[in-house]
């Protein structure tokens, strides 16, 4: 793998190359130097010889060497090349010396032949000599002149150049590296330290650079980090808004919350947490589509936004849920102002479409911290209330009580009582026998469902988890149970004295929700006498999807079932139901029968047995507890009742034993 070197290493690096070629250059100048300085001396050194060896040949003579002392001694004083000159004989003696006391001085020192003198290096050669041709009358004979440079002179000269180009060249080159430095520092150094910085930090992008590859790099960081920012933005909103209504979503308003509390624990100030469900919001979902649904959620989110004090917080935490936090309430005329703001704007109709929908909410409402002292809890409590606020009535809000969340407790265990009670057998069917009047017969009963606790074995009576069964979707197992368990015990009557006996089951309205609703009772009836079993409808069962419904019960008939319509006369419109429902029994409501002396009531009742016997119904009247109540009914003809006249509900062996031993007139 390359290993990576800073950008001030690399400089470094190329200086120093720069600084060693610049000696290299500089040793080069100086060699050319000193070479030509050694031309010039050679060249001064040959002349002078060449005229003191002209001299020589022309004056010297044996007799006559001391007469050209003078001369000699003036070209060694007036040259400053030449230190000393020896005149040698041809016994190799030294005959003449400018300086006598030289001799033993030069006496180690090699001379050579002036003609190399080119050849040679000056600076390093002490000594040149060239040979004085004289005559002897017509025989010639040879002396020789040594002459003796000057070498500290020389010497001098050499260090004079040395030191001057060195001097001069060490100041070029500290001045071009200083140069260097501070452009490289300002142009290259500087902007990547910046870019390095930038692209670490995302902080403070920096100037425009001069050098374009630089700017470049700049505004691409630049512009990178501004995308990025950008997205990291849009990301944030997403996590911390709900995208379709650009409220807080609800890990935000838990935040929110907890930062709250905090606060208002140190300021000791109470806020107000209002939980918010649209009213039947579901049908407009499932008759418009969830496009539309969205539109009518965006419409709420801006009511809501429109509706609150400048300092709350709104959040959507999922469908059509959601919350508002109103910090510093002083007293419930905040809380009242911000929900009549609420209520008011959602009174006007929303259109869409050409379509106009009246859009309702039911609102819970819980304090800090008297309701909860973290978010979980407040929330938790609040949710509660706007189901109790629903459970009233909906269009309206509740504000969380002890009482109240009493009362969820108590339904949070019903609904794992009821759960496990399915799995482990503590479901049991109690039956309350429907007595033909005129022959004081049971000839059918009413199963009834009853819940035991198995801690303490008590019975828990239906009116406590029957409504808990319905919201939760319980009564659909739950029903299908009923139904199998009413079959086997037809099944078992079947050997017995007690086989001619009807069994009554009353079937929720949910229970026609499920879609294999039907499917499912077939199946569980597919082998038992159906005429043995009467399947009883309430009103308030068929007041919705009539239709879709309508088409089940039909069925119920096809298949052997008779159906009774049961609590007849409290509703609005059970007359239309006797005549699209093809009902074969009718069960007057026990209201009518505790108030039997009363005129009125008794002209009601005989109503309803007349237009009976008109429609070919059979008659029920339930809630029978008294001789004088039985007796009008006798005398109006009513064919059968059931009440604690005869007998309460009755577990299936105690009922057998009624069968065997009763007597209800």
């Not at 500087?190 to 920096?206: D, G, I, M, Y």
């Not at 935000?252 to 100030?269: A, E, F, G, H, R």
């Not at 819940?451 to 069964?469: G, H, R, V, Y």
Request: charged share 25%; hydrophobic share 40%; proline share 3%.
């Amino acid at each position: 793998m390359r290993k990576n070197i800073s950008i001030k290493f690399f400089t470094f690096i190329t200086i120093t190359i720069l600084f060693l070629s610049g000696i290299s250059i500089f040793y080069q100048f100086y060699n050319d130097s000193k070479n030509t300085t050694e031309h010039l001396l050679e060249e001064n050194i040959q002349h002078n010889l060449l005229d003191v060896k002209y001299f020589l040949d022309k004056n010297l003579k044996k007799h006559n060497i001391n007469q050209i002392r003078s001369y000699l001694n003036n070209i060694v004083y007036t040259n400053q090349i030449i230190s000393d000159l020896h005149i040698i004989d041809t016994d190799s003696k030294v005959i003449y010396t400018t300086d006598g006391d030289k001799i033993s001085y030069h006496k180690n020192i090699k001379c050579i032949p002036i003609a190399k003198i080119v050849a040679s290096d000056l600076f390093e050669q002490q000594c040149y000599s060239f040979k004085i041709k004289l005559f002897n009358q017509l025989t010639p004979y040879y002396y020789s002149a040594n002459v003796y440079l000057n070498s500290h002179y020389l010497d001098s000269l050499l260090k004079d150049k040395i030191i001057k180009y060195t001097l001069f060249f060490l100041l070029y080159i500290f001045f071009f590296i200083l140069f260097l430095w501070i452009i490289t520092n300002k142009f290259i150094i500087a902007p990547l330290e910046a870019l390095h910085h930038f692209a670490n930090t995302s902080k403070r992008a920096p100037q425009p650079f001069l050098i374009q590859e630089f700017e470049t790099i700049r505004a691409s960081l630049k512009k990178t980090f501004q995308n990025l920012k950008e997205e990291q933005e849009e990301l944030y909103k997403l996590s911390t808004k709900d995208p379709l209504s650009g409220l807080y979503n609800r890990l935000t308003l838990m935040k929110k919350i907890d930062q709250l509390i905090v606060s208002s624990q140190q300021q000791k100030k109470e806020f107000a947490l209002l939980f918010l469900d649209l009213d039947n919001f579901k049908n407009i979902n499932d008759s418009r589509g969830h496009e539309f649904g969205d539109r009518v959620l965006k419409y709420i989110a801006d009511i809501l936004r429109a509706s609150i004090r400048q300092n709350d917080l709104v959040a959507r935490i999922g469908g059509d849920e959601f919350v508002v936090v109103l910090p510093e309430i002083k007293n419930t005329k905040n809380i009242l102002d911000v929900i009549q703001n609420i209520q008011k704007e959602l009174m006007l109709p929303i259109e869409f479409e050409n379509y106009k929908y009246h859009i309702t909410c039911s609102i819970g409402v819980a304090m800090y911290p008297k309701d909860g002292t973290d978010a979980t809890e407040i929330l938790k409590n609040a949710d509660i209330a706007m189901y109790k606020a629903k459970a009233v009535g909906k269009n309206n809000f509740y504000f969380f009580t002890k009482d109240l969340n009493e009362e969820v407790q108590e339904k949070v265990e019903i609904q794992r009582l009821m759960h496990s009670a399915l799995e482990q057998d503590n479901f049991q069917l109690y039956y309350q026998p429907k007595v033909d009047i005129k022959k004081g017969k049971i000839v059918a009963c009413e199963a009834l469902i009853r819940l035991i606790d198995p801690k303490t074995s008590q019975i828990i009576p239906p009116d406590k988890f029957i409504s808990i069964a319905e919201e939760s979707n319980f009564i659909i197992p739950l029903g299908e149970w009923i139904f199998k368990e009413a079959v086997r015990q037809i099944e078992a009557w079947e050997e017995t004295d007690f086989k001619d006996i009807k069994i009554s089951i009353n079937v929720s309205g949910v229970q026609f929700k499920d879609k294999t609703f039907l499917a499912k009772v077939q199946n569980i009836l597919r082998k038992v006498d159906k005429s043995k079993l009467d399947i009883e409808l309430t009103e308030s069962v068929l007041m919705s999807d009539f239709d879709d419904k309508l088409q089940i019960i039909h069925n119920f008939k096809k298949m052997g079932l008779s159906l009774s319509l049961d609590d007849f006369g409290t509703g609005y419109s059970s007359l239309s139901y006797l005549k699209d429902i093809p009902f074969d029994t009718i069960k007057i409501d026990k209201s009518f029968i505790d108030e039997i002396h009363n005129q009125k009531n008794r002209s009601f009742i005989n109503m309803i047995v007349k237009i009976a016997k008109e429609l070919n119904l059979e008659v029920v009247a339930e809630g029978v507890e008294d001789a004088e109540q039985l007796s009008y009914l006798k005398e109006i003809n009513c064919e059968q009742y059931q009440g604690y006249y005869c007998s309460k509900p009755l577990p299936v062996i105690e009922f057998e034993k009624l069968l065997k031993n009763h007597s209800c007139l």
